[in-house]
């Protein structure tokens, strides 16, 4: 079997080729880091130091290679010739490969019109649909049928952590990657084509229909706790997420606005909530990793797309008020990215100081789509409280004032 991973970073290398490695395939990487590449095809493997208990282990990924991103023939030779392709590039980044992609599709399509199936590795929900709205209109009529029937954009739920490598890892082998000990792929069943065949053999790979459970616990639940914590932690000076998640002032808000989402999530799903409380229980043992060097910046930066109402924080506030919950510890950290302006991130610094200049009503309407009188003030009321760095009992006291879990 043959595999093409689009996107070499984290994710790809991390999770997504080791998967397609310990299925025996033969795993090509196309990024546009052209040190990366090189150095890839130099060495024909990577190692993946893994957290298991309180030390690593190291898993190494094999029978690898790469293109170059920037070389189209050999990006579209590379997809035409594969048989399952992955993507882990960046939401932002999917609009700059769709024509590309595209030509690779028709290309296929010339060679013998095989099916192809694309395990879209990205934190959107609706990934599918994004991705094939991006590709369709670079698709010509007579490859339209082919491509409605055997390209199959497929939305992957990645619940992984893969957080920047320790230097140590990398001074050995810049090619390291470091994860925590998770393996779990969930895919949507229904995005798969041509409908009804046999799915490719991945490994840990499971299929799931209706999908939409998956992406929305990853995002609604994981992907919003690690964004609260690193909106709180920075306001209480902290660098690493580990540190946040032991602080017991911020575990306090983090653990009910996990809650919030996670009973909100399983109602609208019909799921039992034991189920996400077991899944919040496990989150909460790995946020407080300390193999897992994790920072602030890197998990905080881009507040524009993470308060958004359709992403992590703004999305599962709006899912809590959609289910007849009150989002209040959701809501602080919604407070606490209004306040994020790490000097690094020129989007965080925009949306404080529309925060700070505009007001934080502006500010919500603008970035979260959130205009209720009722749910701004509450907002607002949380927003100045942590920019007055007041004490802890009088956020747990206005917490104690919403109909909501504490």
């Known amino acids: 079997m043959k595999a093409v991973m689009y996107g070499a970073g984290n994710i790809g290398r991390g999770f997504i080729a080791?998967?397609?490695?310990?299925s025996g395939a033969e795993t090509t990487l196309i990024d546009v880091n052209t040190e990366l590449v090189d150095r890839l095809n130099a060495a024909g493997r990577y190692p993946i130091y893994v957290t298991k208990g309180t030390s690593y282990v190291t898993d190494w990924v094999d029978n690898i290679k790469a293109v170059n991103g920037r070389d189209e023939d050999a990006v579209i030779d590379t997809i035409a010739d594969t048989d399952i392709m992955a993507t882990a590039l960046g939401v932002n980044i999917l609009p700059r490969v769709a024509e590309l992609l595209a030509r690779a599709i028709v290309a296929r399509y010339k060679r013998g019109a095989r099916p192809l199936n694309i395990l879209i590795c990205e934190n959107l929900i609706g990934s599918d649909t994004y991705l094939?709205?991006?590709?369709?209109?670079?698709?010509?009529?007579?490859?339209k049928e082919y491509f409605d029937a055997n390209i199959g954009f497929v939305c992957v739920s990645v619940c992984i952590t893969v957080p920047p490598t320790p230097q140590q890892f990398l001074d050995e082998n810049p090619l390291a990657v470091c994860t925590d000990n998770?393996?779990?792929?969930?895919?949507d069943l229904a995005g798969f084509r041509p409908v009804g065949a046999e799915l490719p053999k991945i490994d840990s790979m499971v299929a799931f229909s209706p999908f939409s459970f998956f992406i929305e616990r990853k995002l609604l639940i994981h992907n919003m706790g690690h964004a609260l914590m690193a909106y709180y932690g920075r306001l209480k000076g902290y660098e690493m997420i580990f540190e946040i998640a032991c602080d017991g002032e911020i575990k306090y808000v983090l653990t009910r606005a996990l809650i919030e989402s996670a009973r909100a999530l399983a109602k609208r799903h019909n799921v039992p909530a034991e189920e996400l409380l077991e899944?919040?229980?496990n989150l909460m043992v790995r946020f407080e990793n300390p193999l897992l060097i994790d920072d602030v910046f890197r998990v905080g930066r881009d507040t524009k797309r993470k308060l958004s109402a359709g992403d992590r924080l703004g999305g599962a506030f709006k899912l809590v008020r959609e289910q007849g919950g009150v989002p209040a510890h959701i809501a602080i950290g919604i407070a606490a990215g209004l306040l994020f302006d790490h000097p690094d991130d020129p989007i965080g610094l925009e949306v404080s100081a529309c925060a700070r200049d505009e007001g934080v009503a502006a500010a919500c309407e603008k970035y979260c789509s959130i205009t209720d009188a009722e749910d701004v003030a509450m907002i607002e009321r949380f927003y100045n409280l942590l920019r007055d760095r007041a004490p802890f009992a009088d956020i747990v006291a206005a917490l104690g004032e919403y109909k909501s879990i504490h």
């Not at 080791?18 to 310990?22: A, I, P, Q, S, T």
């Open 18 to 22: 080791k998967r397609f490695f310990l």
């Open 132 to 143: 094939r709205g991006l590709v369709e209109p670079h698709i010509p009529a007579e490859v």
């Open 182 to 187: 998770h393996n779990e792929l969930p895919v």
């Open 279 to 281: 899944f919040v229980e």
